[in-house]
């Protein structure tokens, strides 16, 4: 099940990837799209130098462009240190998983080799043999000591 949900989480994780590059095609657009901003804004300073004060209205919302696409350029930056944060976890847990499974492997083996074990002293037991009254009184007395 571990294994399964590795599987999953990694799946997850490709989809995160995905979004990520669209995201940074976005950013790369916006980033061009502000280039061409400012350069239409210095152009237009040129050609209208008595509109300086729509000139300066340009500039600033330029400015507030370039700061919100920086915001931006730094969440696309975390979400690419949380992806591999969750890479990395998304390994472990396949790691620990798979430890797991060796250890059920390992328990299984010993709990063959031990019934094994079990037989072979019941053979060993029923070597012996018992009256029947010599039986009774030691099972009387475990029993008794049982508190049945």
Excluded: C, W, Y
Aim: charged share 20%; hydrophobic share 40%; no cysteine.
């Amino acid at each position: 099940q571990g294994t399964q949900l590795a599987t999953t989480a990694g799946e997850s994780l490709g989809a995160i990837v995905n979004s990520v590059s669209r995201v940074s095609t976005l950013m790369q657009q916006i980033a061009q799209a502000t280039s061409e901003q400012n350069r239409a804004a210095s152009q237009i300073t040129e050609a209208v130098g008595s509109m300086s004060s729509l000139t300066a209205q340009v500039t600033a919302a330029t400015r507030e462009q370039a700061k919100g696409s920086e915001q931006i350029i730094q969440a696309v930056s975390a979400m690419n240190r949380m992806t591999r944060e969750v890479s990395v976890a998304t390994a472990e847990q396949k790691k620990g998983g798979d430890q797991v499974l060796q250890a059920v492997e390992n328990i299984s083996h010993l709990a063959e080799e031990l019934q094994g074990e079990a037989h072979h002293l019941l053979e060993e037991v029923s070597a012996f043999k018992l009256d029947e009254a010599s039986v009774a009184v030691p099972a009387a007395t475990a029993a008794l000591r049982l508190g049945r």
